[in-house]
Each structure stands twice: as structure tokens, then as C-alpha cells.
């Protein structure tokens, strides 16, 4: 602050007007320009459906589309807003997974897995099993197995718990891993229960922020392999140190033949999602004939013909 009682001209150092670096504390060597938060993200804050008014905004909850290479959004419907992630939880947990395992052939005994709600979508894996990490990946993102989900956390989390974690079940310190990774990734409107997306008032996320991680996961190309499968056959060792094979066939609809995708786009990354509360949902990142990949998500849809035939439609404005 400047006070007087005589008129003369100052030279402000720090205004609109001016070049602020020249007034730095720093060293000039050490000054720089720091990269904008979404600088390498599709960034979104309204909403843009006029790309395709034929699409039905009462047949979803929310729906996007980004295009990966150019990090531009082509259409977007209450990407922001909280929805009930279901299954799409997978992804981060493929994600910490992914980062925190370098050896996806390694063999683990399997805990206990057991889920108590009913009609939810297990593998069948006992107590004893032994299995590797990958295999569990292709049941957890094929299958969309939930003892399969739980079974990595107990394993990463085991792994990650340091001296002040004693007494914590490693399927907690997972979920604090989860929701760490998420505030690390920007996705400010996620917060995580479980690792497998089985319904919680706690439990939440958003188009934009699935996005986010999906765009993170697409950099482990394991890890993506496995999602653009459409059957694998699992192999593991039972308590009993028996053999035991099973093939299961992806959820995703469009990679397994229920739905057709349109014409020049396939699948390099996908999962599906689906609980009474959240309905049927589905993120895919897609590779189109000229070599542009983008990310398209779906949620809250109310049966099949609307999910796929809304995601049909959101990949179709890639061609316009």
C-alpha cells in the first residue's frame, strides 16, 4: 500500500498490462510457465448435443464423446454430473492394478471372495484357488467377475499397506489407494467404496472423470488387450491342486456379436456396467479407419437397445 499527500507516477510492477516475469523472486533460469490442470484432457464444462439432435437425451442418464488425438469433446450430456458407476468402477481398479503389479503372470492364492448380494456377476472362485493376476484381469474386464475384482484388492492392497495401515483389511487400503489415484487424475466428482461397483450411497463418479481414467488405462497396453477380447478361457489350480479351465465371453455386447458397431470403428478398450440403480452402462475407447481413436461412454441407459443404440449413434458423429 501507497499513501501521500504530494501527485506523482509509479510504475506498478504487477497488472494486466505489464510482463510480471520481469519482477520474480526466482532466479531467472528457474522461472517457467506452469501447464493448465485439463492441459491434456478433452476438457468439458456445459453441455453440446446439437452434433447429434437425433439422439434421445431420455434414453441415458449421461453420455460422451471425446476425441483422443485432438483432446476435443464432440458431444457431451451431464458428463459432469454424479451417476452410479456400477461395473465401469473396474477400470480404476485395472488402473492401480496396472501400476502396482509389473508381473501379471505371477500366481496368487486366493482369499476369500464370498459377496452376499444376490444376482451379482461372479466367476466361481474359491478360497484355495490359485490363479495369476492376469487371469484375474480377463475375468474381472471380460467377465466382469466381482470376486475376481475383490480378489485384486485384497492382492494390491495387501501389497501397499505400510506400518500405519495395521489392523486395516487390505480391501480398505485399496479403496483409499482408488480414491488417491482419482484425486491424482483430476476426476473431482468420484469417490469409491469397493473395488468392483456394487451399489453404495458413497459410491459415485461421472462421465467425464470415467473418461479420465480410461484415457490413463489406454497407456497399458496389457491391460487393454485383455478388455478388446471377445471370449477368453481361463486356467487356475483349484485348493485341490486340480486344473480347471473356463471360458467366459465379454459383456460388451458389441465385441461378443450382440450389436453391430457402425461401419470403420473397432474396439481397442471397452466395459460395460449394470446394477438395478446405475442401469446398463457401457465406456468404449474406439480406433477409427482414418487411425483417430476416441472415447465414447453411455450410462443409465434402460435396456440394451438404447445403450448400444445410443453408442452407435455417439461414434457415428466421428464420420461427420
Known amino acids: 500500500m501507497l499513501t501521500a499527500c504530494g501527485k506523482a507516477s509509479f510504475s506498478i510492477p504487477y497488472g494486466t498490462f505489464g510482463d510480471n516475469a520481469a519482477y520474480t523472486a526466482d532466479p531467472v533460469e528457474a522461472r517457467g510457465s506452469l501447464p493448465l490442470f485439463a492441459s491434456g484432457l478433452a476438457a468439458v464444462s456445459t453441455n453440446i448435443t446439437d452434433t447429434a439432435p437425433m439422439i434421445d437425451t431420455g434414453d441415458f442418464t449421461a453420455a460422451a464423446l471425446y476425441c483422443i488425438d485432438d483432446r476435443e469433446v464432440l458431444y457431451s450430456y451431464d458428463a459432469c454430473m454424479r451417476i452410479e458407476p456400477a461395473s465401469l468402477t473396474k477400470l480404476m481398479t485395472a488402473l492401480l492394478v496396472a501400476e502396482n503389479c509389473s508381473r501379471l503372470d505371477d500366481i496368487i492364492t486366493v482369499g476369500d471372495v464370498s459377496i452376499k448380494e444376490e444376482g451379482v456377476q461372479r466367476f466361481g472362485l474359491k478360497e484355495g484357488d490359485r490363479i495369476s493376476i492376469r487371469s484375474l484381469l480377463q475375468i474381472m474386464l471380460v467377465h466382469s467377475g466381482n470376486d475376481a475384482a475383490l480378489c485384486l484388492s485384497e492382492y494390491v492392497g495387501g501389497i501397499r499397506a505400510k506400518e500405519n495401515d495395521r489392523g486395516k483389511a487390505p480391501a480398505d487400503i485399496f479403496t483409499e489407494l482408488m480414491n488417491?489415484?482419482?484425486?491424482?487424475?483430476?476426476?473431482?466428482?468420484?469417490?469409491?467404496?469397493?473395488?468392483?461397483?456394487?451399489?453404495?450411497?458413497?459410491?459415485?463418479?461421472?462421465?467425464?472423470?470415467?473418461?479420465?481414467?480410461?484415457?490413463?488405462?489406454?497407456?497399458?497396453?496389457?491391460?487393454?488387450?485383455?478388455?478388446?477380447?471377445?471370449?477368453?478361457?481361463v486356467k487356475?489350480?483349484?485348493?485341490?491342486?486340480?486344473?480347471?479351465?473356463?471360458?467366459?465371453?465379454?459383456?460388451?455386447?458389441?465385441?461378443?456379436?450382440?450389436?453391430?458397431?457402425?461401419?470403420?470403428?473397432?474396439?481397442?478398450?471397452?466395459?460395460?456396467?449394470?446394477?438395478?440403480?446405475?442401469?446398463?452402462?457401457?465406456?468404449?475407447?474406439?480406433?477409427?479407419?482414418?487411425?483417430?481413436?476416441?472415447?465414447?461412454?453411455?450410462?443409465?441407459?434402460?435396456?440394451?437397445?438404447?445403450?448400444?443404440?445410443?453408442?452407435?449413434e455417439l461414434l457415428k458423429i466421428c464420420d461427420r
Open 180 to 233: 488417491d489415484r482419482a484425486k491424482e487424475l483430476g476426476c473431482s466428482g468420484t469417490h469409491f467404496t469397493n473395488a468392483h461397483g456394487l451399489s453404495d450411497s458413497e459410491h459415485y463418479s461421472t462421465v467425464y472423470d470415467l473418461y479420465i481414467i480410461l484415457d490413463k488405462l489406454l497407456e497399458y497396453k496389457d491391460i487393454t488387450d485383455i478388455m478388446a477380447l471377445a471370449k477368453v478361457t
Open 236 to 312: 487356475y489350480s483349484n485348493a485341490a491342486g486340480e486344473v480347471v479351465e473356463k471360458t467366459v465371453t465379454n459383456t460388451d455386447l458389441f465385441l461378443s456379436g450382440g450389436y453391430l458397431l457402425p461401419e470403420g470403428f473397432s474396439i481397442i478398450a471397452g466395459k460395460t456396467g449394470s446394477t438395478a440403480a446405475a442401469g446398463r452402462c457401457l465406456i468404449i475407447g474406439a480406433k477409427y479407419t482414418d487411425g483417430k481413436k476416441y472415447i465414447a461412454a453411455v450410462t443409465g441407459a434402460a435396456d440394451h437397445e438404447k445403450l448400444y443404440g445410443t453408442m452407435s
